[in-house]
C-alpha cells in the first residue's frame, strides 16, 4: 500500500516573512530560496518523523481487502476520511456507505475497520483522507516548527559551497533533538 499524494497544505509551517526574520534579512530579494528551504525542511522533518504536519489530501489504494477487514493507515495524525471506494471485478467503483467502515484513529497506527459491503470488495479500495495536526501553523507542536527554522537556516548558511563531506549527511543535532519526541517507529 502506497499512500497517494493528492493535494498540499494550503500553508506552511513557517511563513517566508518569519523566517526572513529569523534570519535576519532584511530585503526580499532571497524570498523564492527562503521558501524554497522552507517547504524543503518540512518535508524532511515529515518523513523523519512520520508524521503529516499540515492538513493535506492523501488517497490509498489497496489492490485486496485485508483478510480480517482491518487497514492500518500509513499516514498519521488522521483528520477525516472523506471517502471509501470498492472496486467490483469489472473495476468499477463504488462508494462504501459510511455504515460498513469505522476510523479508530487512536489506534497506533490509525485504521480504518472494514464490514459489510467493503469487505465484498473484488478489485480492492480506495480510501480518501485528509492527514496532518490541523489547517495552520498553529496546529503544529512548537517544536516541530522550530525544527523547521533551525534546518532552512542551517540550509541558508550552509550552501554547499564549504569542503566535501566525508561523512553521510544527517540532521544538525539541535534538529535531530527537537523531533525525537515526536518519531514514529516502524515495527517489522
Request: hydrophobic share 50%; charged share 25%; aromatic share 4%.
Amino acid at each position: 500500500m502506497t499512500p497517494l499524494y493528492l493535494a498540499g497544505p494550503a500553508v506552511e509551517p513557517v511563513g517566508v516573512p518569519e523566517m526572513r526574520a529569523f534570519l535576519r534579512l532584511e530585503h526580499a530579494d532571497e524570498d523564492a530560496l527562503v521558501g524554497a528551504l522552507l517547504r524543503a525542511a518540512r518535508l524532511v522533518v515529515e518523513a523523519t518523523t512520520r508524521l503529516v504536519l499540515i492538513e493535506q489530501s492523501w488517497r490509498i489504494a489497496l489492490a485486496r481487502v485485508p483478510e480480517d477487514g482491518v487497514v492500518r493507515l500509513p499516514l498519521a495524525p488522521i483528520l477525516a476520511v472523506s471517502e471509501v471506494r470498492a472496486f467490483d471485478a469489472a473495476g468499477v467503483a463504488s462508494v462504501v456507505p459510511a455504515a460498513d467502515w469505522r476510523l479508530e484513529r487512536r489506534a497506533d497506527p490509525a485504521r480504518i475497520v472494514l464490514s459489510g459491503a467493503a469487505l465484498e470488495a473484488q478489485d480492492g479500495i480506495e480510501i480518501d483522507l485528509a492527514a496532518g495536526f490541523g489547517t495552520s501553523a498553529e496546529a503544529v507542536p512548537a517544536p516541530l516548527v522550530q525544527a523547521i527554522r533551525l534546518l532552512a537556516a542551517h540550509w541558508f548558511e550552509n550552501r554547499g559551497d564549504g569542503p566535501p563531506q566525508t561523512e553521510r549527511a544527517s540532521l544538525p543535532l539541535d534538529v535531530a533533538a527537537l523531533i525525537a519526541p515526536y518519531r514514529r517507529l516502524r515495527m517489522g
